[in-house]
Each structure stands twice: as structure tokens, then as C-alpha cells.
């Protein structure tokens, strides 16, 4: 990769908020999802390209900092498709991209969906035909399987992206852990005006898993991007339901800088009842 046509690039998130945490109030700096990283290609035969990507990744919560490398992976891309090998992400955390109307933010939707994984060794195959697409990684991460050593779990999506439509189903299949599924739609307005909707099931081995959906949308006005969110997680053994709602407003500040607001509810964590959460907060995020 060393003559690679290679590109630098960043996401800067802080994010400042005041919680009312079961009537206790209290304030919290994040800063997560924020990254650096390169990435590039260069040719190697008639048709044929050497893909690769290195990001790291910093997050802060609170007292908290945490750091760890978001993908590392190689690849061949040509006619046939693109095929990459390393740490990347789970096909099915990425098929609902269209909906995460509040990533990274203190209202982001992974509080309610919980199939964001991230491979450390893993195979995938991307393809596309026209609008079509799909993809599918084998995994061979321990932590899927106790007792293989080959492929520990198997993650794939097959979407439909075209004039604004958003169509994908995903599904995840961990050898001795679990069994997960997304389904996702969204359609994107000329203006610029959003809505969309995820459904998402989780059947473990042991347990009785869960159901969860999010909805939301958003209103385009020149550099302003009016939006609100809600979501539930129910758990199947459980009488409790997770909830979060959320509205907010993005502000752009120039071509790779947003700034946003945004007021959250979230209610019954990890399905504890009367247990709440409200928060206001301000953001500012600068990709380059």
C-alpha cells in the first residue's frame, strides 16, 4: 500500500449535558464517536484496487476515557465485488444508518437497539447491482462460540437504496450466543426531510431475548434539520419496556461542522421501572 492514494480524515463530537438522573441533577461532557483515521487505494492490476482503512477511535464519558481501534482491515475491490479482511463493522450495525438521526449524541438510538457489533476477525463479501445491494462477514471472534475455532458467527444485509428510498434486512447469527434481525426502511425528500423506522429481535440461546423499534424523522429548513425520535425495547421474560424520546435540532455552521441541541427521556433502563432519565445538551461536531 505504499504508493496507496491515501486520504485523512476525523470526526471531532463533545457533547455537554444536564441530567436529571431519578431526581438527582447532575452534568456530563461526552465525546463519543469521535475518531481519526486513514484510508485509501491504489491500483494493482486491470480492474483490480488494494482497499485499506486504519481509524482509532476516543471516547469520553464523564470521568471516563476510552480508547480502541474502530476498523483496521485490507481489502481487493474489482468487478466481482470487494472482499476485506480485519476489525470491521457488523453488517447489521450499519444497515439502519439511515435512521440514526441522533448518533453519537446522549439520545442516540443504540440505547434502545443492541446489535452494534464490531468484528476483530472477520471475512466479508460487498457487492451491488444497480440499486441493490448486500454484503456478508464471517466472524471468528471467540466470544461467539466457547467451543469453534472456525466460523463463530455470521452477519449480513441485503438493502435497496434508490431516489431517496431505504430498504434493508439484516440478520446476525452467533454460533452459541444468539440470533438477531433488523429490518429497516426510510425515504429522504427532495428538501431534504427524512423519515424512517428500524425493527429489531434478539433471541439468545439462554433467555428469552427481545423486541425493539425506532422511529423518527426530520424536517429540513435551510442549515436548521428539526428532528425527534422515539423508541421501545421489551424485553420477552420482563414487564418492563425500555423507552427513549428525543427531539433536537441541528444547526450547520459550515460544511463539516454541525452544531446541535437536543432533549432526551429515557426511561426504565435496562428494564428497571421508575427508573428515569431526562437530559438537556448542546453539541458541536467537525468532521474533516
Not at 423519515?195 to 425493539?212: H, I, K, L, N, S
Not at 432526551?264 to 421508575?274: E, G
Amino acid at each position: 500500500m505504499v504508493g496507496a492514494d491515501t486520504t485523512i480524515f476525523g470526526t471531532l463530537n463533545a457533547n455537554y449535558g444536564f441530567l436529571k438522573e431519578n431526581g438527582k441533577s447532575d452534568d456530563k461532557v461526552r465525546m463519543t464517536g469521535s475518531r481519526l483515521g486513514v484510508r485509501g487505494f491504489t491500483p494493482l492490476s486491470t480492474g483490480v484496487e488494494g482497499t485499506y482503512i486504519l481509524e482509532a477511535g476516543v471516547d469520553l464519558d464523564g470521568n471516563e476515557v476510552t480508547t480502541d481501534t474502530r476498523q483496521a482491515w485490507f481489502g481487493l475491490r474489482g468487478n466481482l465485488g470487494e472482499i476485506r479482511i480485519g476489525r470491521q463493522f457488523g453488517a447489521t450495525k450499519v444497515s439502519s444508518a439511515p435512521v440514526d438521526l441522533f448518533s453519537d449524541q446522549f439520545a442516540d438510538y443504540n440505547a434502545i437497539l443492541e446489535s452494534e457489533f464490531t468484528y476483530n476477525q472477520s471475512f466479508a463479501y460487498i457487492n451491488k447491482f444497480g440499486p441493490l445491494g448486500f454484503a456478508i462477514e464471517l466472524s471468528k471472534d471467540k466470544e461467539y462460540s466457547s467451543t469453534d475455532t472456525q466460523i463463530t458467527a455470521v452477519d449480513s444485509v441485503v438493502n435497496y437504496s434508490q431516489n431517496g428510498v431505504y430498504a434493508a434486512l439484516a440478520m446476525m447469527q452467533g454460533k452459541d450466543s444468539l440470533k438477531m434481525s433488523r429490518i429497516t426502511g426510510a425515504y429522504t425528500f427532495f428538501e431534504g426531510h427524512k423519515v424512517g423506522a428500524t425493527f429489531e429481535q434478539a433471541r439468545p440461546e439462554v433467555g428469552e431475548g427481545y423486541d425493539a423499534f425506532v422511529v423518527g424523522g426530520g424536517y429540513q429548513a435551510g442549515s436548521s434539520f428539526l428532528k425527534a425520535q422515539y423508541g421501545e425495547n421489551k424485553a420477552k421474560d420482563k414487564d418492563q419496556k425500555e423507552t427513549l424520546s428525543a427531539v433536537g435540532l441541528d444547526y450547520r455552521l459550515g460544511k463539516k461542522t454541525v452544531l446541535s441541541f437536543e432533549y432526551s427521556i429515557n426511561k426504565n433502563r435496562a428494564y428497571v421501572q421508575n427508573d428515569e432519565v431526562k437530559t438537556s445538551a448542546v453539541g458541536l461536531s467537525h468532521s474533516f
